[in-house]
């Protein structure tokens, strides 16, 4: 659906309640992650509304949301790289529990790019980006790091 993205408006979904969870999850939470910031590169999501398991037969075990998926601001990242940010995002989340600059160690050393210089020039921005875990930055902050470190290639 992402890939096509651009020959759609909007989508209705009906998916189990803690996959709603994650793809609408804000950041400094347990379900913030790679789908969730990945989704947001394309559309705006939200959940509807839940359905209980006694509303479908045969009944399955969870609960269930409708979401929606809003592509109308399709346009708004369209001159980012999404596949290099991506690569950035999962890199950051393949060790959750480590601050960014553990986290980022093989990514940065596979782009070639000496961490120090990296730290000085984030070191003059608002946020401690490298000090700081993956789930704390938004979408923008991600945007902003993937900027910084290609802009030293």
Request: hydrophobic content about 40%; overall charge positive; glycine content about 2%.
């Given at each position: 659906?992402?890939?096509?993205?651009?020959?759609?408006?909007?989508?209705?979904?009906?998916?189990?309640?803690?996959?709603?969870?994650?793809?609408?999850?804000?950041?400094?939470?347990?379900?913030?992650g790679?789908?969730?910031?990945?989704?947001?590169?394309?559309?705006?999501?939200?959940?509807?509304?839940?359905?209980?398991?006694?509303?479908?037969?045969?009944?399955?075990?969870?609960?269930?949301a409708?979401?929606?998926?809003?592509?109308?601001?399709?346009?708004?990242?369209?001159?980012?790289?999404?596949?290099?940010?991506?690569?950035?995002?999962?890199?950051?989340?393949?060790?959750?529990?480590?601050?960014?600059?553990?986290?980022?160690?093989?990514?940065?050393?596979?782009?070639?790019?000496?961490?120090?210089?990296?730290?000085?020039?984030?070191?003059?921005?608002?946020?401690?980006?490298?000090?700081?875990?993956?789930?704390?930055?938004?979408?923008?902050?991600?945007?902003?790091?993937?900027?910084?470190?290609f802009?030293?290639?």
């Amino acid at each position: 659906m992402l890939d096509n993205c651009k020959n759609v408006d909007y989508a209705v979904l009906t998916i189990q309640k803690e996959v709603a969870e994650r793809y609408t999850a804000k950041n400094n939470s347990k379900q913030y992650g790679i789908t969730t910031l990945a989704l947001q590169l394309y559309c705006t999501t939200k959940i509807c509304f839940t359905i209980p398991p006694a509303a479908f037969f045969p009944r399955p075990k969870v609960n269930s949301a409708v979401i929606l998926l809003d592509f109308t601001n399709k346009d708004l990242y369209k001159y980012i790289d999404k596949k290099g940010l991506i690569e950035l995002i999962r890199s950051s989340f393949s060790q959750r529990r480590k601050v960014l600059r553990n986290a980022l160690k093989s990514f940065i050393a596979m782009k070639n790019i000496n961490i120090e210089d990296l730290q000085n020039q984030l070191e003059s921005h608002r946020k401690p980006y490298l000090s700081m875990r993956a789930e704390q930055l938004t979408l923008e902050d991600y945007i902003f790091l993937f900027s910084i470190i290609f802009s030293n290639k």
